[in-house]
């Protein structure tokens, strides 16, 4: 008997939502390579949270994300990184 894997997708930490993508950083994926380890970072398309942690959930099972008016803006801290 084989066990049929699940389908899992990253959700935002913050706000729950599926809807997330990798950022492309150059001097990211230099480090990768150089040093090993993963140094991704992730951006998310409905709160505009960006981190490196954003964990699995499956597919059939995500939970509901969160309204934006629902979430306050003191539950993670803000880096300004422009330049």
């Known amino acids: 008997m084989q066990k049929t894997k699940k389908k899992h997708v990253k959700?935002?930490?913050?706000?729950?939502?599926?809807?997330?993508?990798?950022?492309?950083?150059?001097?990211?994926a230099a480090a990768s390579t150089i040093i090993g380890g993963n140094?991704?970072?992730y951006h998310c398309n409905n709160c505009g949270f960006s981190?490196?942690?954003?964990?699995?959930?499956?597919?059939?099972?995500l939970p509901e994300p969160k309204k934006l008016?629902?979430?306050?803006?003191?539950?993670?801290t803000k880096v300004d990184v422009s330049y």
């Open 11 to 28: 959700i935002c930490p913050i706000c729950y939502s599926p809807d997330n993508y990798l950022e492309s950083n150059p001097a990211s």
């Open 39 to 41: 140094f991704s970072v």
């Open 51 to 61: 981190g490196s942690f954003f964990p699995e959930a499956p597919i059939d099972n």
């Open 69 to 76: 008016e629902d979430i306050k803006e003191e539950s993670y």
